[in-house]
Structure formats: C-alpha cells, structure tokens
C-alpha cells in the first residue's frame, strides 16, 4: 500500500539498490552513463504513446537505479595513497593542516591532520592525503595541548607512521577500511608534547565554534558528574563512547539495550520532548522554530551521524508538515532521509550505524502497526497494561528488524532484551533529560547543578546495575555464529510473509500457526550456508596474529580447545579484550577448556586477565610460582577468580585421541635457576602420524636443556619458533633435533626488537623449514587429519 501510494519510496529502493550493486561492484562510467540515457529515452517514448505504464515505469526503474550506480561514481573513495606502501615507520615528520579535533580520551589527544607533505623513510613526500595523529603523553602534557589545538591549526608531528590494522584474524574488524571509508590513509602517535608542534593560529571558524561547544559541554559533564554517568553521557549526548569501558559494553549487548550506546533517532526523540517543554510558553510558531533550530544544533554537535541526521531530517519534516496542514508518512520521510545521506555519503550504506539505525525504524514504521491492532483488538481493559503491551510492541517491532544486523555484528542473540528495554529505555529518558537540565543549570549555577548530578549519578547506577545483573545472566543471550547475507535476506523474506499473513486473516489459530512455519523456516534455512571454520574430527592449529607476542588456539577433533599463551596487555590494547574474545565469538567458542600461560612475560599472559574475568577459561596451566611481582599478583588473581590450576610438570594429557605432553620438570634445580623465558612450558601434541612442539619464549640455554633430556622426542611436524625468533634462541643443534617441516614465528609488524633475526630465519631455510610470520602474513591456520598438515587458507571462509 505505501508503495502504490508514495512513489517516492519505489525511488528510495531502487535508488539504494543501484549504491548498493555500484558499491558492491564497480561498474564502468559509460555503462552508467548509457542506463541513465536510455531510461531519458524511454521515457519520452512513453509520452508519446500516451504515457505507456510499461515504458514509464521501465523508465522509472532503470533511472532510478541507475541514479544510485551515478552516486557511487561521482563518490569513488578509492584513495590512490602515496603511502600505502609504508606499513610501519619510525621516525616521521609530517606537516599539514588539522581538519578535526576528537575529544580527550584517557590516554591520548587524536586529531586528523590534511598532509601538506610528509617526510618517511628519508624521503619527502608531497600529499594531501588524511591522517589520524594521536598525542600518547604524560596528562599534563597531552592538557596543554588539547586546550590549544584547534581545528584549521598548522601542525607540525613527528612519531610513527602506520597504517591501520587490516583483517589479521578469522571475524576481525577492518580497520583499516573503515579508515579508508574516512578518506584517512594511515596513523602517525607520537610519544611526546615536544613531538607535536602548533606552527600557527589560524583555525576554522566554524568547525572551531563546533569543537569548543563539544569541548565544553564534555568539561561541564566531566566537572558534574561521576565516572560512570560520565561515560554514559557522553556516548548518549556527544556520540564518544571512549570512557565506557568493555565489560560494560559487552553486559549492554547481552542484555539487548546497545542500541541507546548509539545516538540515534531515540535520542534525538527525547531532545524533541525536552524542546517542545522548555520552549512550551511561546506561540507554535516560535516554538517549532526553536525547536527546529534546537535538533539541528544537537545533530551537529553530536558529528551528524547518520542516525541522528535521519531522525532530525523526519522531525523537521513533521514538524513542517503539522505546521502547514499538511500529512506525512512516515515511510515517505524515512525514504526521504536515506536518499540524501546517501546522495552526500553513500559509502553510508555499509555502515553499522547506519543499518541498525534504518533497520529499527522500518521496522517499527512496518511491523508495530500490525502488533498495535492486534494489542488493542484483545480485549484488555486495563490501560496500564495496554500501554506497557504497546510499549513492548515498539520495543519487539525494531528488535525484529534489527536482528540480522544485530546477530552478524555481536553473534548474540538477546533473550531477555524485551524486558530489559521496558526498563532501560525509559530511563534513559529521564537520564537524557536530567543531564540536559543539570548542563543548563551548571553553566549558570555550578552548586545547584550539582543536586541534580547527584540524582543523575543515582538513576545510572541503578540503570547499569540492572543491564549488569540481566546481562550476566548464564541465559541472558543466546550466541549465534556465521550470520551471513544470505541468512539476512532468508530473515527478512519470510518476516514479510508472517506480516502479510497477519493482515489477510484474523483467525488466531492460522496466525498461530503460520508464526511457527514462519520460524521454524527460518532456523532451517539460514544454517544451510553454514561453515566450520574449525571442524571437528580434525586437529585445528590457529596461530593468532596478537602483535609483537604469542598466542596459539588449538581444536581438538573431539571438540575441545586449548589457547596457549594470550598476547599483550597494555593501557592502549587489550589482546584479550580486542581480539581473542572477539575470535572465540566469531568461531562460536563458549569457554576455553585449557588456558596456558608459558611465562610471565606481559606479551604472552597478559591477554588472560579479561578471558579469565569474563569466564571464557575452565582451567590454567601455568609456570611454578616464584618470588616475583607479577607471578604473586598472578596467584592472587586466580584465587579471586576461582580458576582450577596446574603446575606444568611432566605429564602426558590424552585429550579424545590427541595425546598432550608437557616436558618441564618443575622439581629440577638447573631449570628453576634459569630466566622467566627459560621456562617457559614446553609443550607438544601428537596427533596419528602429525606434531606440535611449542617452546614459548625458551631461549639457548633451555634448548641445551632439552636436547640433553628429550632430544628424540623433541622431533616434530611444526614448531612454534622460541622467542618470536630472537637470535638468543633457536640454535641449529636445536633447529636440527626438532627437524620441523613447517615453523611458526609469531611477531609484531617491524617490532622494535627485529624479531625474527635473519640469522634464525637462515637456519630455518638451511634446513628446509617453511616459515609462516603473523608480521607478514597475519593469523595463520594449520590443519591435521593425523596423517597429513595442511595450511588452510582462512580468509576465503
């Protein structure tokens, strides 16, 4: 009915369609160029057959569609970057002019900087590409300089280039194409405020005006408010959702309420409400016009997401409407949005923000009507339950539309979400609300404002108490792994059917009954394109690409897993947090049955911290505990945590048909004298005719150690290279005794510690060793079917 009625939106479909193909893949100009002059011709053939239906709407279409291939052309952010062939390099200076400032983060001041020139690798380089600087300092300098840069501000940094991290891992997020998307080509942080210089004064007066505003309204949150409700406020006020922290991220995604962590049309409804109160006394005129002007300042404050210009876009449109007599649809005005963030910005369309956001509210403008009849044609009498029911129908209708979305970015599936946005998004409400007036009230009266701070404090904790408990609940969600488009395209297909169902009968039982078809269908068929990754009946090896340390993940063909060894730990990565959960997600892993932890070293244990917190490992095996610092803190962890532990020891380990050994001998005097990377757990894993051996971190005298224990044993298939293939380890007499077909060197991209040597990368080609390296070729997947390894080629699942 909306189509027939408003041709607009056959427009908006058809038009979205073409960016998508042309996006998707690229067309050719003239092609382009041919469609859009055929569909002209057709359509003035049509007039003169008297407005032939078959010809105008082959016009209608083929223009339409081929508008939107026209946008993508026009739009092309394929950046031919003079420095994309520069994956890491120290020692660069940069001059350029500062386009956009971000507001602090805890650790750094980041700002995109437009090249005039850069000088790399010894070598001037005249551009005028984009890139992301960050300051990583001490606090007091990264103040000094966050308090005087400002957008239009001739810089002058020096520090390391990089280019974003691109998919190194099975499920990464590229980052490096989102950067791209942002028509920024690589990274620069430098280390010190000596290494950013501000050459000039001259700034952007417009952005500048915005940038202060933001600056502002952050210092007045930061001034009024706890930690807590100052990380929501400034993720539901500002868009910079830097200051809340992963855990409670990821109790928001479990809980089903990650949505109101992105300013979007809800917001932009509450600000609507605040406006039309506060500006209540004045004529209609007057107050739609503040209202008006009130909702674009907020959409530009917050950096004109695409949620927040489609929600203010159809706000003015309504507002116009209403004011002029006139009706709108809301169909129409979401179709209208879309089109012209597309028109500036398709790349838009790809977005995550951008998807969810029009997911919900076509969702809801499609779905809550036929919920609406069904709730008010019940019978209920009881106007607080009708409401809460409908309440919950709008809730329901955009987490139905936003399922396919939700399930192949988060691979989890909330089960208790309907009940906790009937709590949630009422609260933030008032949350929104409170933080409006008490930011109102504090730039006038800073002590007054404080007694309604107090009550915003009150009000989030209570908020993020509830998402914390419902989010850590053991059935609080669901995870659904390998989401794919095609699944996305079934979900949809046969939601359509239940909807059209739902509106051709009114017999409770064939709606009933088409819902479990609808359903059941959908179960079917969106696992029929389903993918193992890690299949079982055969031994999985993944190297992981952490960065400049080692972790290794290990399928056994009976299912169970074993991580060895969890990357690096540090105030501005998390390996575990950023990387292997999400990978254990991706691959559809609950919990790591065996964690272990070779040594102490930050950048092999130090990722355990957030999998142990967060649940996602049974036990530990790990070295005997000495004197030190960090294996005292490391005991007391796992006492607070109640993790199972183990001593490596001798041992042999039968996992189904896989037999574990660990080779250390915890009681020998000479080893117990040796360095932390001396003893490392040494491990190998035999499966049919195929082996492992992993040394860690083990360096020469180790090696001595092993080759004077266990040197036929230490024969095997593939090694995991000690040290990251330091010189101080990996001797030929070793390298020879372990005769490995394939060796595995986990290391960071041109690390400061040039691992690999080349004289270890010699000896492994002297003996006719394959070498795989995450630096050069990311995660790295080896499979076993006990008689033969294979190196699977993970990124073409």
């Known amino acids: 009915m909306y189509v027939k009625n408003y041709p607009f939106i056959r427009f908006a479909i058809l038009f979205i369609s073409g960016v998508i193909v042309g996006k998707s893949f690229p067309i050719a100009t003239y092609i382009v160029i041919s469609l859009i002059s055929s569909s002209i011709l057709i359509f003035f053939i049509a007039n003169k057959l008297n407005g032939s239906k078959i010809f105008s709407f082959t016009s209608f279409v083929v223009f339409s569609f081929s508008f939107g291939l026209l946008t993508i052309l026009i739009h092309k952010t394929e950046i031919e970057s003079k420095l994309s062939k520069y994956q890491k390099e120290k020692n660069v200076s940069a001059y350029g002019t500062v386009e956009e400032t971000d507001l602090k983060k805890d650790y750094e001041v980041s700002f995109n900087l437009k090249l005039d020139s850069i000088f790399i690798s010894n070598k001037m380089i005249k551009t005028n590409e984009n890139l992301l600087c960050r300051l990583r300092s001490d606090s007091i300098d990264r103040k000094l300089f966050y308090e005087s840069i400002k957008p239009g501000n001739k810089i002058l940094i020096k520090g390391t280039f990089q ?5 190194r891992n099975p499920g990464e997020f590229d980052y490096r194409k989102f950067l791209l998307s942002k028509g920024i080509t690589g990274i620069i942080t430098a280390y010190d405020s000596a290494s950013v210089k501000i050459l000039s004064d001259d700034y952007f007066f417009f952005k500048n005006i915005i940038f202060e505003t933001r600056k502002s309204i952050d210092e007045l949150i930061h001034q009024l408010h706890n930690s807590q409700t100052t990380g929501l406020l400034r993720g539901l006020l500002l868009a910079d959702r830097t200051e809340i922290d992963f855990e409670t991220k990821q109790n928001f995604v479990n809980s089903g309420v990650i949505h109101i962590l992105a300013v979007s049309g809800l917001h932009v409804g509450y600000i609507l409400l605040f406006f039309i109160v506060v500006f209540g006394r004045f004529n209609i005129y007057v107050r739609s016009f503040l209202t008006i002007v009130g909702l674009i300042c907020f959409m530009i404050i917050t950096g004109v997401p695409a949620s927040v210009f489609r929600a203010t876009l159809m706000s003015v449109i309504l507002i116009i409407a209403f004011l002029s007599g006139r009706s709108t649809n809301l169909l129409n005005s979401i179709a209208l949005s879309a089109v012209i963030i597309l028109l500036f910005r398709p790349e838009e369309i790809f977005n995550p923000g951008f998807q969810l956001s029009y997911s919900a509210v076509l969702s809801i403008a499609i779905i809550y009507p036929v919920l609406q009849k069904m709730i008010l044609q019940s ?3 009881n106007k607080y339950l009708k409401n809460i029911l409908l309440f919950a129908g709008v809730s329901l209708s955009a987490q139905i539309g936003t399922l396919p979305f939700t399930l192949a970015y988060f691979n989890k599936l909330s089960v208790i979400a309907l009940f906790s946005n ?11 609300g409170l933080a409006l007036v008490t930011l109102l009230v504090g730039s006038l009266l800073p002590l007054v404002a404080t007694y309604f701070a107090i009550v915003n404090n009150s009000i989030t904790s209570l908020m993020i108490d509830l998402i914390r408990f419902t989010g850590g609940l053991d059935f609080s969600y669901l ?12 979900f949809y297909l046969f939601i359509a059917i239940l909807i059209y169902s739902f509106k051709k009968s009114e017999s409770i039982k064939f709606k009933l009954a088409v819902t479990i078809f609808v359903f059941a269908n959908i179960l079917v068929f969106t ?3 389903d993918k193992k990754l890690l299949p079982d009946g055969i031994l999985s090896v993944l190297m992981i690409d952490v960065g400049q340390g080692d972790s290794f993940l290990i399928k056994f063909p009976a299912g169970q897993t074993v991580l060895i060894d969890a990357g690096v730990v540090d105030p501005f990565f998390d390996t575990g947090e950023r990387i292997i959960i999400p990978l254990l997600d991706y691959l559809g892993i609950e ?7 070779s040594h102490l070293d930050t950048d092999h244990y130090g990722g355990f911290a957030s999998l142990l917190f967060n649940k996602r490992i049974k036990e530990i095996y790990r070295p005997k505990p000495d004197s030190s610092d960090k294996s005292i ?17 001798k041992d042999k380990k039968n996992i189904g048909n896989v037999a574990l050994y660990i080779l250390n001998d915890s009681d020998n005097e000479f080893i117990n004298k040796l360095s932390s990377n001396d003893r490392s757990g040494i491990i190998k894993i035999i499966f049919g005719e195929t082996s492992f051996l ?12 092993y080759l004077n224990s266990n040197r036929k044993f230490l024969d095997s298939d593939v090694l995991k290279v000690g040290h990251h293939g330091s010189s101080t380890g990996s001797s030929m007499e070793f390298l020879e005794a372990v005769s490995p077909d394939i060796s595995l060197v986990s290391a960071g991209i041109k690390n400061k510690f040039g691992h690999p040597s080349e004289m270890v990368l010699q000896r492994l080609k002297e003996i006719n060793s394959k070498v795989f390296r995450t630096d050069s070729q990311g995660a790295v997947l080896l499979q076993s079917n006990g008689n033969k390894i294979n190196v699977v080629d993970w990124r073409n699942y």
């Not at 995870?479 to 996305?488: A, E, K, T």
């Not at 919990?591 to 932890?597: E, P, S, T």
């Not at 803190?633 to 020891?649: A, C, S, T």
């Not at 992993?694 to 150690?705: C, L, R, S």
């Open 591 to 597: 919990k790591i049955d065996y964690g272990f932890v």
């Open 379 to 381: 019978g209920i009498t």
């Open 694 to 705: 992993f040394v860690g971190d083990a360096e020469n005298p180790a090696e001595k150690f």
């Open 422 to 432: 009937l709590i949630v998004i009422p609260l933030v409400g008032v949350i929104v």
């Open 479 to 490: 995870r659904i792994n390998n989401f794919s488009v095609l699944d996305s395209v079934i």
């Open 163 to 167: 280019q974003g991290r691109d998919i």
């Open 633 to 649: 803190r490391f005991e007391k962890f796992l006492d607070r945590l109640k993790i199972p532990r183990h001593i490596y020891e």
């Open 527 to 529: 696992q029929l394109d």
